[in-house]
RNA sequence: GGCGACGUGGCCAAGUGGUAAGGCAGGGGCCUGCAAAGCCCUUAUUCGCGGGUUCGAAUCCCGCCGUCGCCUCCA
């Protein structure tokens, strides 16, 4: 079975294709760094790392480009996101940037997501972005304006091909009021003239200014991938505008189909609304990882397919909590018991046709639109065949045990980046002392003195270590947070 | 007003024509020195509502209702 995918540009779910052999050209709009990322943001890019590493999981070579946008665009109220940010904390705009970028690659890297391959920065291709402008209003599609620059939309007759909306039947200046430069309220800003008190200003032909929004995605995806490509990713709130005047731009320049598959991850809401300042309901991804391992925030995010709208409640996320244990769990204690030696009488048991029926099905979920869900449901199948074959007496085989283990680093690792980061296995002081009391108790067990066993469970549970008496010994866990809270 | 997404048990959620996966929570049992974890059993005659097509519909069609998002610089 191949790989289908949703594909908004049609509103279909449709086999993928690649344009050259063996290797997906993926775009994804990146974040405004201005204030740290929030769960909102946690949500688009796990959805995107699990669709990037099944498309390599699969063999395929994928160059994964996300922007970062460090120039000024514009809040309601008419504001500079970064300008403000900059005053907020008295500083200057791009020593913002860089403090927010940096908070952000942070967060994605405790998240387990997999960096871009390129992270270009829109203040770092302002040329580009000058010549795409220029470009365009030689072509037609473009008109200056008191040192601003409009696409006119009315010059490219697809304009709405992806969100199905027809200009005709825009209500006009619903957020924003329409600025009285443009020749229609529906042309866009491909550059903006700077007012005097606007710091993040370039010079160019029409004067000092900034670009517009969608210019440096146009610019940035065909500079590293290529006029037409694969894959461009987003969040669905982005749809439009934003998707639909980059391809608009964007093929208004070359001619060419710009990215061949649209695919858009869900939103995500708090407590059923959606986040915002005003409403004081934000959530950061350093906030989330104070409550729960990246992982649990992880296994939230793929609880549910990535098109559809999560809300994030603390009881949604306890309840992933509790499932990530329990998907996890075996594949620790697998880890655990191969620290031990196989006896020696030790019957070879045959596990192949479970783990051959998890992989099928997996890869089967995974190749319907990257059903993550089902494919976690799997695990769970899974998860329930191995306990019924750690609880025998002796462990199975080393053989056995290997092969699941490799299950798990391939399905529950390295496509779904759910298996914990901290393994209980590692040769380290901290797990020896924890092994060492784990020891000292079971020797109090022996001797049936409970009082000194039961003391020593308890006093480890205070510090986060949770022990589990099994027919092959004791096994120990991590457990640092509480998800009851 | 327009465009789009969504509506499945107490909660989350998969399922696009063949008779409701999975997880969390709850109940009962087994296991355990006691726990924890695990295992077994159990919880939707029903998929927002009303029509229609069909031998057969959560799935297709029509009409409503509701929630959320977007409507020109929010991921």
Redesign the pocket.
């Known amino acids: 079975m191949s790989l289908t995918v949703y594909n908004t540009l049609i509103?279909k779910?449709v086999p993928f294709t690649t344009i050259e052999s063996g290797r997906v050209r993926m775009y994804v709009?990146?974040?405004?760094v201005y204030d740290h990322a929030?769960i909102?943001?946690a949500?688009?890019y796990v959805s995107m790392d699990v669709i990037l590493r099944y498309l390599r999981y699969t063999g395929l070579d994928v160059l994964y480009v996300q922007n970062i946008?460090d120039v000024g665009?514009?809040?309601?109220s008419g504001e500079d996101?970064i300008m403000k940010g900059a005053r907020r904390e008295q500083t200057d705009p791009m020593q913002v940037v860089e403090r927010y970028m940096r908070s952000y690659m942070d967060d994605m890297d405790a998240l387990q997501n997999i960096r871009p391959d390129i992270m270009p920065r829109a203040a770092g291709h302002v040329p580009e972005q000058i010549a795409a402008v220029e470009q365009l209003i030689k072509n037609g599609n473009a008109y200056e304006i008191n040192g601003?620059v409009y696409f006119d939309?009315s010059s490219f007759p697809e304009?709405g091909k992806l969100?199905?909306?027809?200009?005709d039947?825009?209500?006009?200046?619903?957020?924003?009021d329409?600025?009285t430069d443009k020749r229609r309220?529906?042309?866009?800003?491909l550059?903006?003239r700077a007012d005097p008190e606007h710091i993040m200003r370039w010079s160019s032909p029409w004067g000092e200014g900034?670009?517009?929004?969608?210019i440096e995605c146009t610019v940035m995806a065909s500079k590293y991938l290529g006029a037409n490509f694969d894959i461009h990713g987003?969040?669905?709130?982005?749809?439009?505008?934003?998707n639909?005047?980059e391809i608009a731009q964007s093929e208004a320049l070359s001619g060419k189909t710009f990215a061949n598959f649209w695919l858009h991850?869900?939103?995500?809401?708090v407590s059923?609304?959606?986040?915002?300042k005003s409403l004081d309901n934000s959530v950061t991804i350093q906030n989330a990882l104070i409550d729960y391992p990246a992982e649990v925030i992880r296994m939230f995010v793929l609880?549910?397919?990535y098109?559809?709208?999560?809300?994030y409640?603390k009881?949604?996320v306890?309840?992933?909590y509790?499932?990530w244990?329990?998907l996890t769990?075996?594949a620790l204690?697998v880890q655990q018991a191969l620290l031990s030696t196989q006896d020696s009488n030790t019957p070879k048991v045959d596990f192949s046709s479970a783990i051959k029926l998890t992989r099928d099905e997996f890869t089967a979920?995974m190749n319907?639109?990257f059903?993550a869900?089902?494919a976690?449901?799997c695990l769970?199948?899974f998860?329930?065949n191995v306990?019924?074959l750690?609880?025998e007496y002796p462990r199975p085989d080393d053989t056995t045990l290997q092969s699941i283990d490799k299950v798990y680093n391939d399905l529950a690792g390295t496509v779904l980046g759910l298996l914990p980061s901290n393994s209980t296995t590692y040769v380290n002081h901290e797990n020896k002392l924890i092994e060492i009391l784990v020891e000292l108790r079971n020797a109090a067990?022996q001797q049936?003195d409970?009082a000194t066993?039961?003391s020593i469970?308890d006093k480890l549970a205070t510090a986060g270590v949770?022990?589990?008496?099994?027919l092959s010994g004791?096994t120990w866990k991590t457990d640092l947070s509480n998800p009851s809270d």
């Open positions: 509103r779910k709009c990146g974040p405004t929030h909102g943001h949500k688009l946008t665009h514009l809040l309601d996101r601003s939309v304009y969100s199905g909306r027809k200009i039947e825009l209500q006009e200046g619903t957020r924003l329409v600025s309220p529906e042309d866009f800003a550059w903006k900034f670009p517009g929004w969608h987003g969040g669905l709130e982005n749809v439009f505008p934003h639909e005047c991850a869900g939103s995500l809401t059923g609304v959606k986040m915002s609880s549910s397919h098109r559809s709208p999560i809300d409640s009881e949604a306890n309840a992933a509790r499932g244990q329990r769990g075996p204690a979920a319907d639109d059903n869900p089902k976690i449901a769970f199948d998860a329930k306990n019924g750690l609880s067990r049936k409970f066993s039961d469970r949770i022990l589990e008496d099994g004791t």
